[in-house]
């Protein structure tokens, strides 16, 4: 199994940035791409943005393109999300999830997930 902990998230302004950590363990080897979800109250989980582990090629929802990033620490098996511009419709409670598998990661339906961490955008 791999373990994934989520952090960095918190409270900021609109037009604010945050970035966002996600430190995966245990069996690492399997993974192959890693995300970034989120899931605001009374909505469903939506994906974000994910990284194919390999080549660090990116992948992103059309709300957050041109103002989140999705970045990659391969040495140490992390995986960040840089948010600018943030926008009251952002905040939501973001989740890391982790694929072993090619299928899994084209259809987004990662196996593995974090706690989650809060992100809310006042205004």
């Known amino acids: 199994q791999v373990q994934l902990v989520e952090s960095g998230g918190g409270m900021v302004q609109v037009g604010g940035s945050l970035r966002l950590s996600c430190a995966a363990s245990?069996?690492?080897?399997?993974?192959?791409?890693m995300g970034w979800f989120r899931q605001a109250p009374g909505k469903e989980r939506e994906f974000v943005a994910a990284i194919y582990w390999s080549g660090g090629l990116t992948y992103y929802s059309d709300s957050v393109k041109g103002r989140f990033t999705i970045s990659r620490d391969s040495a140490k098996i992390i995986v960040y999300l840089q948010m600018n511009n943030l926008k009251p419709e952002d905040t939501a409670v973001y989740l890391c999830g982790a694929a072993d598998n090619m299928s899994d990661f084209a259809r987004r339906r990662y196996r593995n997930w974090g706690q989650g961490t809060q992100v809310t955008v006042s205004s």
């Open positions: 245990g069996r690492t080897d399997s993974i192959i791409g």
